[in-house]
């Protein structure tokens, strides 16, 4: 009779959770918000968008990084965003695809640094934009994958990577730091030390980060004053009026410089504007890192000094894309790369604001239950928004051991 009430008793128990799970399932179909469930993991958020990412942006069999929004070209950008995402994701395989094809497509024999376009020519086939430039350099991408190469040799123990970030460590001093007044500026690209009057620069490229890790490898040059005077350049280049009548007091996408006298001019081209747009807003993200990495109280000050990001959330809810550099809106909309290179701003000067942002404009374009975007989103939107969360996320670890 006794094991007669515990079988009765064992049943009720099962038919209570059956029912509970069609009442569950009935709940989930009807919900109009069933994409968002109620938790879910960080980490995972991490994961499965560089997985998307590698199905969305690298293409299959040749392995490059494509720029769907110009015609699928590929930059030298492109391949060193998708290595620094392989190696702080732990993929080898992913990374090795695209060092391959970036040393077989984009690399240059002479200098070991890398061409900055590639793409369908104009006679049909396939290789470096010549017509538009393409043979030279970007000294951002040079910078980003020699410190990607040196990552990956902390963290698999292969040589050839610490070799190859060597060879491109060398070259990125030789052919794109130049000297003025006697001390030296990252110029945009190769060429600009061709030039006796002056060089074109983007503060975007500034990594003191990288050039910390640079001085291990590469002891014969001096990185350190690198680091320094990219510090003293984006301060002055934040509060300097440049073309306008006042500054809000953030840096510009571009600026010249003399060489002569060290003072800046505003470029003629509309291309190279003194904006805070697509270009600068990666300042603050860079800034960022190398605050984590190093606790460098100069990357907190300058972060200070962009106030004007903080107090624009504060009162609007929003950021717009593009602003003036004395703060007229130029792009009066949104784009998810802003807010993720912004991020560095915030989760360093005021986390609560970051925490905010974070969600109302980061994590709530992302479904967790398609494991991906809601919306696919360009290869620089896409590349910054996960490069914002994850510093947000403090999952960019210095992977960089002190032993070259």
């Not at 984009?106 to 396939?126: C, E, I, N, V």
Request: charged share 20%.
């Amino acid at each position: 009779m006794h094991l007669f009430k515990k079988s009765l008793l064992i049943i009720g128990c099962l038919i209570v959770l059956v029912a509970a799970g069609i009442v569950a399932t009935i709940h989930y179909l009807t919900n109009p918000k069933r994409d968002i469930p109620m938790v879910y993991s960080n980490n995972a958020l991490l994961q499965e968008l560089w997985n998307d990412y590698k199905v969305h942006n690298i293409e299959a069999g040749s392995y490059r990084t494509l720029d769907k929004s110009q015609n699928n070209i590929t930059t030298s950008e492109g391949e060193s965003y998708t290595m620094l995402r392989a190696v702080w994701m732990d993929d080898k395989t992913t990374f090795d695809q695209s060092w391959t094809f970036t040393q077989d497509n984009l690399q240059r024999a002479d200098d070991h640094l890398m061409s900055w376009k590639f793409g369908k020519r104009t006679d049909g086939g396939y290789g470096i934009l010549t017509d538009s430039g393409g043979q030279n350099t970007a000294s951002d991408a040079d910078t980003d994958i020699a410190l990607s190469l040196l990552m990956a040799y902390s963290r698999w123990n292969q040589p050839s990577y610490l070799y190859q970030a060597r060879q491109i460590i060398s070259s990125i001093w030789a052919k794109e730091v130049v000297l003025i007044q006697g001390k030296p500026v990252l110029a945009a690209d190769d060429i600009e030390r061709n030039s006796a009057t002056s060089i074109v620069v983007n503060p975007s490229y500034f990594a003191p980060y990288s050039y910390r890790l640079f001085a291990q490898a590469d002891p014969a040059h001096n990185w350190s004053a690198l680091v320094d005077n990219s510090y003293a350049l984006l301060g002055k280049l934040s509060s300097s009026k440049l073309d306008k009548n006042t500054s809000i007091d953030l840096p510009p996408n571009w600026i010249t410089i003399n060489r002569r006298t060290g003072t800046f001019i505003s470029a003629s081209s509309s291309n190279l504007d003194t904006n805070y747009g697509y270009d600068a807003f990666r300042i603050p993200w860079r800034l960022a890192l190398d605050y984590q990495w190093n606790k460098d109280p100069r990357d907190k000050q300058l972060l200070q000094s962009f106030s004007f990001l903080g107090k624009q959330w504060q009162t609007h809810g929003s950021l717009k894309a593009i602003y003036a550099h004395d703060g007229t809106v130029v792009g009066n909309y949104e784009v998810p790369a802003a807010y993720g290179a912004s991020m560095g701003y915030f989760t360093v000067i005021n986390p609560q604001q970051a925490g905010k942002v974070y969600q109302q404009k980061l994590e709530t374009l992302y479904s967790p239950d398609r494991q991906q975007w809601k919306t696919p989103l360009a290869y620089y939107d896409d590349n910054w928004a996960w490069f914002g969360m994850a510093l947000a996320q403090d999952s960019l670890p210095n992977l960089v051991t002190n032993n070259h």
